[in-house]
């Protein structure tokens, strides 16, 4: 029998792509502006619901790092593994989520994928079934934050894997 140790010291992997430009560098006030603006945006928002909906957006928009990230800090405020591994089929998998947190996902989805030019009522009803005025308004923009967020990560090919959770929290 293999053991998960031996597979890991025996595969040979892939090769990490490097980042196409250190941008943190190269724009350092675009990247402490969006610092800030990240800070802002999960004020008055569970930490919990809060890196849920950033895994979730960062999962729609391919960014490794982002998914590495904010998986490893949502472990760390004691996220549990089988709600992270669900988020991908969160809409198969309902009974993982309360209706606030599903209220939510669904809103990150809509505003993540803008295919129809909206979001629809209905969503956006939803969400503010649940969510105070104040606290919708952060949810909004810390999904439109992580959508930013993704769009670095993605260009620049920031390669997942390196961060620890907290790191810049």
Known sequence: MTTTEEITT????????PARLPWAQLAPDVYKAMIRLDT???????????????I??????????????????AL???????????????DES????TEKELAALELTEAVTVLTDGFVPDEVYAKAAEHFEEAEL???ISAIAVINAWNRFG????????????????
């Open 10 to 17: 025996t595969a040979e992997y892939a090769p990490e792509q």
């Open 40 to 54: 802002a945006a999960k004020k008055g928002l569970d930490h919990r619901l809060y890196e849920l909906v950033k």
């Open 56 to 73: 979730r957006a960062s999962q729609i928009n391919h960014c490794a790092l982002c998914v590495d990230m904010h998986s490893k800090d």
């Open 76 to 90: 760390a405020a004691g996220e549990s593994v089988e709600r992270i591994i669900q988020l991908s089929a969160w």
């Open 94 to 97: 309902r009974h993982f989520y």
């Open 137 to 139: 308004a952060q949810l």
């Open 154 to 169: 993605v260009t620049f090919r920031m390669a997942p894997g390196h961060y620890e959770p907290g790191q810049h929290g």
